[in-house]
């Protein structure tokens, strides 16, 4: 659930028209080593190069998705800020019971234990929600469709996660937190249980700001968040840009990261996949690397104009 996306692109046909007369150019990110998907080294995100190039495609100039600097959609309404402060609450309400029910019991240990279980979990899970959507369905999928496509977008502009506003990034968790948490709050006070549950869901619902600090350059990071990507408490930069290289098929997990190098050595995702291929008939997206919708595309830096 980490990932949850939160919004497609359509963008108006101003937007359309704007763009066509912007030049821009298209870049590659890549690594100055070789990467693939094991034994690879996890290089720091300073040795990104980006290599600009002129985009001599007219159909990514004029692609009616692509979304602009000032693009209305990044910015957050008064409903996804009512969906992030209701997702919130019922974690808040979940916290609440199990530090209530371990203060009258006196049993902290247990609680505290459920809370790391529910954090490790929490990782494990945005790895494979992520994995999914990544992979499976399309626009038309039923529930899933948005997240999927907006998740498609991702990859194509990673860098519109950085400029989308709080709650517009974290909205779509924060409703799925909500409509699973509150249930859970009203049914059952038990400390351990709601220790697990508040760790766990709050993850899921951050994970999306995890996953926009993880793009986010160091020198515009709090100190806390680098210090907290650097202990691998929360998803580093240097893991995150590896899923955004070809073969675009690993580092899926964006709490905290520490589920990947374990699913991506184990090949896990690989497995899955040649399951539900031989079983289905379906391909995953990631098997049709290096040629897929997949290829980033950046705007143009400012200084950097084409004529
Ligand atoms: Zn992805
Ligand atoms: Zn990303």
């Not at 992030?84 to 049993?107: M, N, P, R």
């Not at 600090?213 to 240097?238: C, E, F, I, N, Y």
């Not at 950046?298 to 004529?307: L, V």
Request: aromatic share 12%; hydrophobic share 40%.
């Amino acid at each position: 659930m980490s990932i949850l996306a939160q919004h497609k692109y359509p963008l108006s046909f101003r937007h359309h028209v704007h763009r066509c007369h912007r030049p821009f150019i298209r870049t590659r990110v890549c690594c100055l080593a070789a990467t693939t998907n094991t034994a690879k080294p996890r290089l720091n995100s300073d040795q990104l190069v980006m290599e600009p190039r002129l985009d001599p495609s007219p159909t990514s100039v004029t692609d009616p998705n692509r979304p602009v600097l000032h693009d209305p959609t990044l910015k957050s309404t008064w409903s996804h800020r009512a969906w992030v402060a209701s997702g919130c609450t019922t974690v808040l309400i979940s916290l609440a019971k199990a530090a209530t029910g371990a203060a009258e019991s006196h049993l902290w240990l247990e609680p505290i234990l459920a809370g790391w279980v529910g954090y490790i979990l929490a990782d494990l899970g945005s790895g494979v929600y992520h994995w999914g959507i990544d992979n499976y369905g399309g626009a038309s999928t039923p529930f899933f469709g948005a997240q999927i496509e907006a998740f498609q977008g991702h990859h194509k502009w990673p860098w519109t996660i950085t400029r989308r506003q709080f709650a517009n990034n974290l909205h779509a968790l924060a409703r799925a937190v909500t409509f699973t948490v509150l249930p859970l709050d009203l049914a059952f006070n038990d400390p351990v249980f709601h220790g697990f549950v508040w760790v766990c869901s709050g993850c899921i619902m951050f994970s999306q700001q995890f996953h926009a600090w993880a793009h986010t350059t160091k020198s515009k990071l709090p100190p806390l968040v680098v210090t907290l990507q650097d202990a691998g408490l929360l998803v580093s930069r240097s893991q995150h840009a590896d899923h955004h290289r070809p073969p675009y098929n690993n580092n899926y997990c964006i709490v905290s990261g520490v589920w990947n190098e374990f699913l991506d050595r184990q090949k896990v995702f690989g497995v899955l996949e040649m399951m539900l291929f031989f079983k289905l008939g379906v391909r995953p997206r990631s098997w049709s690397e290096p040629n897929s919708e997949w290829t980033e595309e950046n705007e143009i830096p400012p200084k950097i104009t084409a004529h």
